[in-house]
T-cell receptor, first 110, second 113 residues
């Protein structure tokens, strides 16, 4: 069974700190990996995608992928209270489907 | 702006009374998806369309049906809603290909009385 695992949290970090969110996946043939942010009561919003091993940076966000370890992470630098949300890791092991993790709830306190 | 639009944002229906949720897109994407999401859970894929080809997930109840009359529109029909069907229903679209992300609408929150 294809699975995506995330720690449900909450992960609490102070404003200005680095938040580190982690995700592991079971299907080795997975080729694409996405991070979605979901505010309470809202729909998921795509914030990062990564396809190759290594780091990908976009503003305050950095996605990291290690296919050998089947591990993908999201770093949020200079965390802000507005970053408080649930972060969903999604993996594409098949042509047109995504497998979602249950999400990590991030709380950034002032 | 190109987008995915879901209507209504909130829907209240009675136990057993059929309900239809709608999704439209201006992204001209081939693939459209319907997900069900309950509180603190991952989105659960119900079915998806690749153009007009319908793909049902094995564990999607027969109570859930869908229609895609054209590229832009897709509907989710719940024939006899039960209390367990209360959830957020999410529509998403993407282009074909394993590297393509999915883009979500704002969702419809369904409540069952």
């Amino acid at each position: 069974q294809k699975e995506v695992e995330q720690n449900s949290g909450p992960l609490s970090v102070p404003e200005g700190a680095i938040a580190s969110l982690n995700c592991t996946y079971s299907d080795r043939v997975s080729q694409s990996f996405f991070w979605y942010r979901q505010y309470s009561g809202k729909s998921p919003e795509l914030i990062m995608s990564i396809y190759s091993n290594g780091d990908k940076e976009d503003g305050r966000f950095t996605a990291q992928l290690n296919k050998a370890s089947q591990y993908v992470s999201l770093l949020i630098r200079d965390s802000q209270p507005s970053d408080s949300a649930t972060y969903l890791c999604a993996v594409n092991p098949d042509t047109d489907k995504l497998i979602f993790g249950t999400g990590t709830r991030l709380q950034v306190f002032p | 702006d190109a987008m995915v639009i879901q209507n209504p944002r909130y829907q209240v229906t009675q136990f057993g009374k059929p309900v239809t949720l709608s999704c439209s897109q201006t992204l001209n994407h081939n693939v459209m998806y319907w997900y069900q999401q309950k509180s603190s859970q991952a989105p659960k894929l119900l079915f998806h369309y690749y153009d007009k080809d319908f793909n049902n997930e094995a564990d999607t109840p027969d109570n859930f049906q869908s229609r895609r009359p054209n590229t832009s529109f897709c509907f989710l029909d719940i024939r006899s809603p039960g209390l367990g069907d209360a959830a957020m229903y999410l529509c998403a679209t993407s282009t074909v290909g394993q590297l393509q992300p999915q883009h979500f609408g704002d969702g419809t929150r369904l409540s069952i009385l």
